[in-house]
Structures are given as C-alpha cells and as structure tokens.
C-alpha cells in the first residue's frame, strides 16, 4: 500500500522567513495530495492542495510543488507570521479510483513554530 | 453548520472499561470516517463509512474496536475492554466524496482519550 514520509518532524523559523516541508509517497498511481493545518487542541484542516497533473499551485503565502518522476511534493510557506505555527500533515491519495483505495494516507506531521 | 461534532471531548477511563465515542458529522455529507491519533504512529485511518455503510475497516486495530452509524447523523466508536495503549486522540471527520472527488475531509476537535 501506499507509505507516507514526511521531512523534517519539527522546524523552527524566524518571523519573515520561508519554510519548506517535504513529502515522499511509494505508490506511483497516487494522485491526489493535499496539506492539513493542525492547530492546538484542533483538528487538521485542508490548506492547499494539489493533483498529479499539475506541477504547482500558490495561494498566497502558501505553494504546493509536485514532482511526479520523483515521487515527492514539497509545501512553501513565505514571509512566515507566528500565526502559521501548527503542525503540517501531508497527504496521499489515489484520488477517483474510489473505493478504500480513495482513502488519504498521511504522513507523520512536521511542528513548525514560527519565532516573533 | 456547526461542523463535526465530536464528545466528548476528554475521557479518563480505568483498563478493562468500555469506552464510547460519540460523532455528529456535518449535514448532506455521505462520508464518515474515523481517525486514531498518536505521537508515535501520527493519523491513522481505523474505519471510514459512505452513506451509514462501513466500506473498509482494515485499520481498525483489533476486535475490542468496533463501529457504527445507525443514521446519517451520528456514528459511535466503541472500545470494549479499554487497555492504556489505547490512549491517543480519536478524530472523526467527514467528506462530500473521497479523496480527490469533493473529498475534503472536515475534522470534528477529537476525543482525547487516556485509559489508566
């Protein structure tokens, strides 16, 4: 089935500066792949998210890059605000095959904290 | 809508108790799925239903976990006897479609959960 890496586990920046967390999937028919934002004492919720026929999407602050060939997306954040700090969930999917082949794996999360 | 509602939100309970989660998912949505959360294995998917039916239960750990929806408003997952590695934050949460097709999961604020 299809397996979920996630890089790295925790990132701290400062106030203005970018952040980039990296994901990996194994499984080469997956292509569907959005971002969740954990907040504390929440549930994650969608940010952005991003399909295998296409190579990048930006909204905002936030970008998502796909690289299909090499099997792994990667999430952008620029001019980080302390307000961006939570936990980052990257995910996978086969998309509309359907089925419990539908489902998002995900991967372990990265706990960004931003530094005023 | 209030969005997915979860209860309760906390729940101490002693080994060998019987626990019961409670989920109210939001309205039209004919996707509900549950989540088990933990430091060391991250998301994991236990159960997911699509319109009251259970589709896949392949995560869920073993036979003292079971679930059900007996409408489209409300699901329950049950532990039965509870052991302290049953410990996390549980996570309901529900979608239009799956992944990929209107598949934006909207997650409940979890149950956290400590078995003693």
């Known amino acids: 089935g299809e397996n979920v890496e996630q890089h790295p586990s925790t990132l701290s920046v400062q106030e203005g500066d970018s952040a980039v967390i990296k994901c990996t999937y194994s499984d080469s028919a997956s292509n569907y792949f959005p971002w969740y934002k954990q907040e504390l004492g929440k549930g994650p919720q969608l940010i952005i998210d991003i399909r295998s026929n296409v190579g990048e999407k930006k909204d905002q602050r936030i970008a998502v890059t796909l690289n299909k060939t090499a099997k792994h997306f990667s999430l952008h954040i620029t001019e980080t605000q302390p307000e961006d700090s939570a936990v980052y969930f990257c995910a996978a999917s086969k998309g509309d095959y359907g089925g419990s082949q539908g489902n998002l794996i995900f991967g372990k999360g990265t706990k960004l904290s931003v530094k005023p | 809508d209030a969005g997915v509602i979860q209860s309760p939100r906390h729940e101490v309970t002693e080994m060998g108790q019987e626990v019961t989660l409670r989920c109210k998912p939001i309205s039209g949505h004919d996707y509900l799925f549950w989540y088990r959360q933990t430091m060391m294995r991250g998301l994991e998917l236990l159960i997911y239903?699509?319109?009251?039916?259970?589709?896949?239960d392949s995560g869920m750990p073993e036979d003292r976990f079971s679930a059900k929806m007996p409408n489209a408003s409300f699901s329950t997952l049950k532990i039965q006897p509870s052991e302290p590695r049953d410990s996390a934050v549980y996570f309901c949460?529900?979608?239009?479609?799956?992944?990929?097709?209107?598949?934006?999961?909207?997650f409940g604020e979890g149950s956290r959960l400590t078995v003693l």
């Open positions: 949460a529900s979608s239009l479609g799956l992944a990929g097709v209107d598949g934006e999961l909207f």
């Open positions: 239903f699509n319109n009251n039916v259970p589709i896949d």
